[in-house]
């Protein structure tokens, strides 16, 4: 098993630029979740699915869009990029079955975006 | 908003016990606490997490107060590499939001 995986890890964008990040899991997990952080913060949560074509927004939204098409995959898209939206992503997974609460979470390595 | 409060940082002498505290006096009961750690810029790593019993695994220890309302990580020896951002989180099963986390320094 590969786990989580998320590409690319870098990633330089121009103001209003847009992008795709990837991520795809291979545990056949239902729940994943998309995180930022900035320098020296914690993690904040962006959006979060449940399950193939469901997803729900968490904490800081604004400027993303997420859709989960499969149980795979779950990229988020950055419509307009902005210098407010330079941070580290994060991927993360969790099996979920029947909404248990006591599942870890498997994190990806990292997105590192700068946008100038 | 993160349900949890924790230091924002703390010192430990390496080899002995480093103790975090965390506070959730809002936990409800079917909410688990977990904990994670993140090292420099890395995915957080899971450490444990549990309900209301206290629990052990190979990297730590965690013990939970009898109302649940705060629990306290405890790492029995720590070394230099376990200098990390801790985050206390309390689990709803379609949620897991991070605060801000105690900053541990590990001293020779």
């Known amino acids: 098993n590969a786990g989580v995986t998320q590409t690319p890890k870098f990633r330089i964008l121009k103001i209003g630029q847009s992008m795709t990040l990837q991520c795809a899991q291979d545990m056949n997990h239902n729940y994943m979740y998309w995180y930022r952080q900035d320098p020296g913060m914690g993690l904040k949560l962006i959006y979060y699915s449940v399950g193939a074509g469901i997803t729900d927004k968490g904490e800081v939204p604004n400027g993303y869009n997420v859709s989960r098409s499969t149980t795979e995959d779950f990229p988020l898209r950055l419509e307009l990029a902005a210098p407010s939206q330079t941070s580290v992503y994060f991927c993360?997974?969790?099996?979920?079955?029947?909404?248990?609460?006591?599942?870890?979470?498997?994190f990806g390595s990292g997105t590192q975006l700068s946008v100038l | 908003d993160a349900k949890t409060t924790q230091p924002t940082s703390m010192d430990c002498a390496e080899g002995r016990a480093a103790n975090l505290p965390c506070n959730h006096s809002?936990?409800?009961?079917?909410?688990?606490v977990y904990w994670y750690r993140q090292i420099h810029s890395q995915g957080p790593q899971y450490i444990i997490h549990g309900l209301k019993n206290n629990e052990t695994n190979e990297m730590a220890s965690l013990i939970i107060t009898e109302d649940r309302k705060s629990s306290t990580l405890i790492l029995p020896h720590a070394t230099l590499r376990d200098t990390a951002v801790y985050y206390c989180?309390?689990?709803?099963?379609?949620?897991?939001?991070f605060g801000a986390g105690t900053r541990l320094t590990v001293k020779p």
């Open positions: 809002t936990i409800s009961g079917n909410e688990y």
């Open positions: 989180i309390v689990r709803v099963p379609h949620d897991m939001r």
């Open positions: 993360a997974s969790v099996p979920g079955d029947r909404g248990r609460a006591n599942e870890k979470l498997f």
